[in-house]
Structure formats: structure tokens, C-alpha cells
């Protein structure tokens, strides 16, 4: 498509000021050690990461399309997708990573009171707050709306007691955004959502150790935590439409993870661990079928989240597509991970190493095993576009 004259001086001043703007340091590959997620806790690796986090804060480019009031970029769809493609032009680094942008942002914006925007946005924006995600409860997993964390109106506050699980980063978020059951006499319409503090007292968390070695997430505890009604989203009992609608959000992110944490790409790696043939092509012919057939499938993807963005923008999408986008994402990056562990052999074994960057390949692709999980199972994913896209009879 070509840019209107307006889009097109868009894209020159863009690409000039993030020229002028990004530091060196701050383009290229984007690693783990490249990720800021900030909090009251966060600290900046380099003095070039806070420059250039600053500098895109101050822009409101964090969150390019949210309105200025709320510390956004106020840009049109069309400009945050010329943004979107000078950035990855330049390769800039993403300067903060947040489930505030990618999940409880677009539920606020829908759902939240002005009063509640003005707060919260802003401090998302700004990487002042970091949030964390209380959904998962021990039986209440794929039947989320099982979930029996119970908040007990109490006038003008809620008093809250139960249990999440597999929360991610709980020890490490200010907030969370929280299901709780407020009427136990109904499944769905008897959640609310609420939001508060986790410096509140009553509120801990416990690390859960993974297969990978690290600890993303906790079993986390509420003991008579007192939670404001002025911190409750959307409606009273009505929060399961709260929740859905982040959902999507959340399913959207985890689809599009995919190459971002790779060091390299898939052919450099192979390339590295195999060699090339006489034809300058990867020695391992059976490797280089299975990496053409990855590609290929990769690029229609691509394009399927092209399209999905520009039904998004025209609101013409269907509401369950970001199912359809979770479990392909999903299942492409497991499968990305699996060739290159094949691809790099024994090597990519390898644990405990400064030249393995401590188990980075392994660490990683047991790490994506999660991604099927994580936000509903592709089980659960592949039920929603059953019922809702494909409209099969239900069982
Ligand atoms: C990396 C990671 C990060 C996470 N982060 C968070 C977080 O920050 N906050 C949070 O609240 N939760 C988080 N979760 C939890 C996640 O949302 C749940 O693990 C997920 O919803 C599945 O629930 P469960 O683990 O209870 O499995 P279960 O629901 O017990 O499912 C077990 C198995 O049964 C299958 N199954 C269940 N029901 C059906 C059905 N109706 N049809 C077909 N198959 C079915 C599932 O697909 C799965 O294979 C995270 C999980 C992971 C892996």
C-alpha cells in the first residue's frame, strides 16, 4: 500500500527521529538481556537502555495508539503501523515490556472508569508500575470460571482470601489484576475484576521452579486483603466480559512471540552447527527440507497476523480470531525451537557453559513448551474456533 502525502511525511520524520533517537546500543538483535519491564524495583542495565526508554516515554511511543491523556502516542492505526515498520526497520529494541501494555491497557481503556484511566494508564505507560496477572487458581485452569478466590463486599471495600497459581512475575509486580468470585451462586456472572497492590498487607507470593532453572512465576496467597470498590473493573459480577476481552489481548501477544528472543535465526544457526554444501546450500538435506517447510509455513503466518491487524483496525474482525492466532503462534514457535535443537545437535545440550551463554538454547526451548499452556491451552484455543469461528455443534 502506498502512504497518503501525510502518512509519507509521517514516515520521514519517524524514521529521522528514531535515526537521531535510538542509541547504538539499542538496535540489533533483541535478547533477554536486552528486556526492561519496569516497577518500583527496576533498575536500567545501561545508561543507553534509560535514554532510550526515556526518550520513547517522553514521545508516548510505549504505547503509540493510546490517547496523549493517558500517556500515549495518540497516533492513528495507520500511523502506529508506519511506526511500527520504521522501527523494525532500524531494528530498534522494544524499550519496555509490560502485560500492562499488552493486556490489563486495552481492558482499561474499554472497560475502566475515567477516574480509573487516569490513574493507571499513565504509570503503564511510563514503566512506573508493573503488573501481574491473577487469572489461574489451582482448579481452576482451562475452566477459569471455576476460579473461587472470593472478595467479600464489605460497604466500601472488598476483603479478599483465596489462592492464584502460575502467576507470572508475582514476585516481581507492583500490582495485579485479579479475578475474584463475588457471588457464589453463579458460575460466569458471579466474577468480578479487581485491581490492587500486592504491597498489601495479606497479600504473598511463592516461587515456582521450572524444568528450564528459572522461577517465572509463583503460587501467590490473598489473606483478608482489603481491596477499595473503586479499584473494581467494569461491573460488579462482571467481570468474566473484563476477562474475556483481555484474554484476547493476552492471546494476540503470546501468538506473535515467536522469533523475538533468538540470538540468531534458525538458518544462521543451522548454518553454524552443519555447514553449507558445494551449491552453498545447508549440508543436512533433510534439515533444509523441514527449515524451507518451517519458512514457508512462517511467512503465511506473517500474513494471516497482517490481515488480522488491518480487520482489527477496521473492526472487522471476528472477536475469536485471536484463538486461531494463539494456537498456530503457539505451535509454530515449539516448532521453530524443536528444529534448532536439532539443528545445533549435542551442542545445544549444553547447560552450565559461558559459551552455551549458560544453557541460552536449551533453557529457551523448554521455555516454549509453556507458550501452548500459557493463556489457554491450544486444547482450549482449537474449542474456541470449533464453536466460535468454525461453528461446529457443540458436544
Ligand atoms: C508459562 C506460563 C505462564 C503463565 N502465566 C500465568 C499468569 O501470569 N497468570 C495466570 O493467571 N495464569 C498463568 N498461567 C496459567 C495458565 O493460564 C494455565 O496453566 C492454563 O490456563 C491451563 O490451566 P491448567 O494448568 O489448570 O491446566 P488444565 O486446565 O488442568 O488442563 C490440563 C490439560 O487438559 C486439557 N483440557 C482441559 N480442559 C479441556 C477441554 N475442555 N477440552 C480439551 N482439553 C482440555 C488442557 O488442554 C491440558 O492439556 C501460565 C501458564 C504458563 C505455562
Known amino acids: ?35 526492561y519491564w519496569g516497577g518500583r524495583n527496576a533498575r536500567f542495565i545501561t545508561s543507553e537502555q534509560q535514554l532510550w526508554f526515556e526518550r520513547m516515554a517522553a514521545k508516548g511511543w510505549t504505547v503509540p495508539t493510546w490517547p496523549r491523556e493517558y500517556g500515549g502516542g495518540g497516533l492513528s492505526p495507520a500511523e502506529a503501523r508506519v511506526l511500527e515498520q520504521e522501527f523494525r526497520g532500524l531494528e530498534c529494541k522494544p524499550p519496555l515490556l509490560s502485560f500492562g501494555i499488552w493486556m490489563l491497557g486495552p481492558a482499561l481503556l474499554k472497560f475502566g472508569t475515567e477516574a480509573q484511566k487516569l490513574e493507571h494508564l499513565p504509570k503503564i505507560a511510563r514503566g512506573e508500575i ?12 482451562s475452566d477459569l470460571a471455576s476460579l473461587a478466590s472470593r472478595a467479600e463486599d464489605r460497604g466500601d471495600h472488598f476483603i479478599v482470601n483465596g489462592q492464584k497459581i502460575w502467576t507470572s512475575f508475582g514476585d516481581k509486580a507492583d500490582w495485579i489484576f485479579c479475578l475474584v468470585r463475588t457471588d457464589t451462586a453463579k458460575k460466569h456472572t458471579g466474577i468480578s475484576f479487581v485491581l490492587f497492590d500486592m504491597a498489601t498487607p495479606g497479600v504473598s507470593t511463592k516461587p515456582i521452579q521450572l524444568i528450564s532453572g528459572k522461577s517465572p512465576f509463583c503460587e501467590t496467597f490473598f489473606d483478608n486483603v482489603r481491596v477499595e470498590k473503586s479499584n473494581l473493573v467494569g461491573n460488579l459480577n462482571g467481570g468474566w466480559e473484563v476477562a474475556k476481552y483481555l484474554l484476547t489481548h493476552e492471546r494476540e501477544m503470546i501468538g506473535a512471540m515467536g522469533e523475538g528472543a533468538l540470538p540468531q535465526s534458525l538458518q544462521q544457526i543451522a548454518i553454524a552447527a552443519v555447514g553449507l554444501d ?26 494471516t497476523l497482517a490481515r488480522f491487524g488491518e480487520l482489527a483496525k477496521a473492526r472487522k474482525a471476528h472477536p475469536a480470531m485471536s484463538s486461531m492466532l494463539k494456537y498456530y ?31 541460552g ?4 526451548w523448554l521455555r516454549t513448551k509453556g507458550n501452548s499452556i500459557e493463556g489457554g491451552t491450544s486444547e482450549v484455543q482449537l474449542n474456541v474456533i470449533a464453536k466460535r469461528i468454525l461453528e461446529l455443534p457443540g458436544a
Open 1 to 35: 500500500m502506498t502512504d497518503t502525502t501525510e502518512l509519507a511525511t509521517f514516515r520521514l520524520e519517524t524514521r529521522e527521529w528514531l535515526r537521531l533517537n535510538c542509541p547504538h546500543s539499542m538496535r540489533g538483535k533483541f535478547g533477554v538481556a536486552d528486556e
Open 130 to 141: 508493573r503488573w501481574c496477572q491473577g487469572y489461574s487458581e489451582p482448579n481452576a485452569g
Open 278 to 303: 558445494g551449491h552453498g546450500r545447508l549440508a543436512d538435506l533433510q534439515l533444509r527440507a523441514q527449515i524451507a517447510e518451517f519458512d514457508m509455513d512462517e511467512a503465511a503466518f506473517h500474513a
Open 329 to 359: 503462534g503457539a505451535e509454530l514457535n515449539k516448532r521453530r525451537w524443536e528444529l534448532i535443537m536439532s539443528a545445533a545437535g549435542s551442542d545445544a545440550l549444553e547447560w552450565e557453559s559461558d559459551r552455551s551463554n549458560y544453557g
Open 361 to 364: 538454547l536449551a533453557r529457551t
